[in-house]
């Protein structure tokens, strides 16, 4: 069985983050998209919010297990089995601090592949932090997010 953990912050998560869940979905037997926390970031949505948007935009993918864990993610990886953690690019800005993350991933659990994919040039400029931005500001999330929560998250930013 070829588990692999698909990690981020998913603030929420973007139509970017469901390409590639969607690409990954026929690589591995089992995608464990989990919720970490980044110390660099803060967070907007809750967990609760975060693993909800998750659910609803991955619900078409049998193989696909929303989670969240509270630590490393190396030992999140240790702990299910999962040997492959899936990262994507959108641009050579994005490099710097993966090749950083991955080498010291790899460090703590040296059996550990990672496995890059480049983001489909409809969502190269995609992000979370744009997406709560511009739906904060009114403007209209359709593409930016998965279909199925737009409403909600439109909803939930508009009241910011
Ligand atoms: O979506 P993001 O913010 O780019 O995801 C970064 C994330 C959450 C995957 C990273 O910060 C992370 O792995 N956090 C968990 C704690 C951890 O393992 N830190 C060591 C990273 S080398």
Request: aromatic share 10%; proline share 2%; charged share 20%.
């Amino acid at each position: 069985m070829r588990t692999c953990v698909y990690p981020g912050s998913f603030d929420p998560i973007t139509s970017g983050h469901l390409d590639i869940i969607s690409r990954i979905v026929d690589m591995f037997d089992r995608v464990l998209v989990t919720v970490l926390n980044n110390s660099t970031k803060l967070s907007f949505f809750s967990v609760e919010e975060k693993l909800d948007f998750l659910r609803k935009s991955t619900a078409g993918y049998s193989n696909v297990v929303a989670g969240y864990h509270d630590g490393l993610l190396v030992d999140f990886a240790k702990a299910n089995s999962a040997r492959f953690i899936v990262r994507g690019l959108r641009a050579i800005s994005d490099f710097e601090l993966e090749l950083q993350m991955a080498s010291l991933n790899k460090k703590l659990y040296p059996s550990a592949e990672m496995v890059f994919l480049m983001t489909s040039t409809d969502y190269s400029f995609v992000s979370s932090k744009m997406v709560r931005e511009i739906g904060s500001l009114g403007g209209n999330l359709q593409t930016l997010v998965p279909d199925a929560i737009l409403e909600d998250v439109t909803g939930r930013l508009r009241v910011i």
